[in-house]
T-cell receptor, first 118, second 115 residues
Framework: GAVVSQHPSRVICKSGTSVKIECRSL??????MFWYRQFPKQSLMLMAT?????????EQGVEKDKFLINHASLTLSTLTVTSAHPEDSSFYIC??????????????FGSGTRLTVV | AQSVAQPEDQVNVAEGNPLTVKCTYS??????LFWYVQYPNRGLQFLLK??????LVKGSYGFEAEFNKSQTSFHLKKPSALVSDSALYFC?????????????FGSGTQLTVLP
């Protein structure tokens, strides 16, 4: 079945540094990538939606200059948290969607990245 | 706007007993409905979906859900719970084709199956 590989699974960084999270669709073309943020014991909050080759669409309240999303190819999307601060510590999950409907009517989730900013 | 409500933050059930995790939704048009399960520090695993057709949907690991249009509900059920079913469960909705493609998730329900 459709698989999305998300790396790293866990990262600890110093305040002020940048962190890049990658999501790769391994056996299908991800025309759309969704990036979510999840706080402990809470739901997934959509941060942004990106289509391959286009600029990402950010949800209200999400700083696009802080959370840089690149979706340059149909198999790779990246989320870069720039100048990270402790309040950016969270669990980040990507979800890839293919127009062919691969993976659960098109939605396949990565395994998540636990970001801790110290 | 589309929305999902999971009224119970926590559901406890004894192993071997039936379980129900509740979900109601609001969306324009015919909904696409999904259930996902999440284990600690992991992404979401797909359980089942309703797009069209039979209102009773059977999914992975013995789970099923019933789409009830009049009550705008999509409750998740399993006839006999296992301790290994203990996890965080999310209901999600998407508007039908032609509109926004993103999933909107409920707040999640923590299921604990007691041995």
């Amino acid at each position: 079945g459709a698989v999305v590989s998300q790396h790293p699974s866990r990262v600890i960084c110093k305040s002020g540094t940048s962190v890049k999270i990658e999501c790769r669709s391994l056996d299908f073309q991800a025309t759309t990538m969704f990036w979510y943020r999840q706080f402990p014991k809470q739901s997934l909050m959509l941060m942004a939606t990106s289509n391959e080759g286009s600029k990402a669409t950010y949800e209200q309240g999400v700083e696009k200059d802080k959370f840089l999303i690149n979706h340059a190819s149909l198999t790779l999307s990246t989320l870069t948290v720039t100048s990270a601060h402790p309040e950016d510590s969270s669990f980040y999950i990507c979800s890839a969607r293919s127009t062919s409907g691969a993976g659960d009517y098109g939605y396949t989730f990565g395994s998540g990245t636990r970001l801790t900013v110290v | 706007a589309q929305s999902v409500a999971q009224p119970e933050d926590q559901v406890n059930v004894a192993e071997g007993n039936p379980l129900t995790v509740k979900c109601t939704y609001s969306v324009s048009g015919n909904p696409y409905l999904f259930w996902y399960v999440q284990y600690p520090n992991r992404g979401l695993q797909f359980l089942l979906k309703y797009i069209t057709g039979d209102n009773l949907v059977k999914g992975s690991y013995g789970f099923e859900a019933e789409f009830n249009k009049s009550q705008t509900s999509f409750h998740l059920k399993k006839p006999s719970a296992l301790v290994s079913d203990s996890a965080l469960y999310f209901c999600a909705v998407r508007a039908p084709a032609g509109s926004a493609r993103q999933l909107t998730f409920g707040s999640g329900t923590q299921l604990t199956v007691l041995p």
